[in-house]
Nanobody, 125 residues
């Protein structure tokens, strides 16, 4: 079973940035897709971003309308790790962010079966 671990959550002020990473420490998923979801207090989980790659590089990304132009996701050069770069954060971005992965294409309507434990992001006003 793949094991996904998120890093990089924390507390920032509005307008600042954070970088999250998701590392797969289990089965190799380098040819699969990875995605990010988030859940804030009292709300349902929502899609944030996804990245799908083949042959060692990201070839397709997708973003929720609420984060387009502010967030970006990509794969780093060290291996099976996804990066979520979050810029110009606002209090509405406060949530627990979850990494998601699975074989084949992963996206908003087709999440993978594997989930990370979540990392807390808090944005103060």
């Amino acid at each position: 079973q793949p094991q996904l671990i998120e890093f990089g959550g924390g507390l920032v002020q509005a307008g600042q940035s954070l970088t999250l990473s998701c590392k797969n420490s289990g089965r190799d998923l380098r040819e699969s897709g990875m995605a990010w979801f988030r859940q804030s207090s009292g709300k349902d989980r929502e899609f944030v971003a996804s990245a799908n790659w083949r042959r060692g590089r990201v070839y397709y990304t997708d973003y929720a309308d609420s984060v387009k132009g502010r967030f970006s996701t990509f794969r780093n050069n060290s291996g099976n790790t996804a990066i979520l770069q979050m810029n110009n954060l606002s209090p509405e971005d406060t949530a627990v962010y979850f990494c998601n992965a699975g074989p084949g294409v992963v996206g908003a309507d087709v999440p993978g079966p594997y989930w990370g434990q979540g990392t807390q992001v808090f944005v103060s006003s």
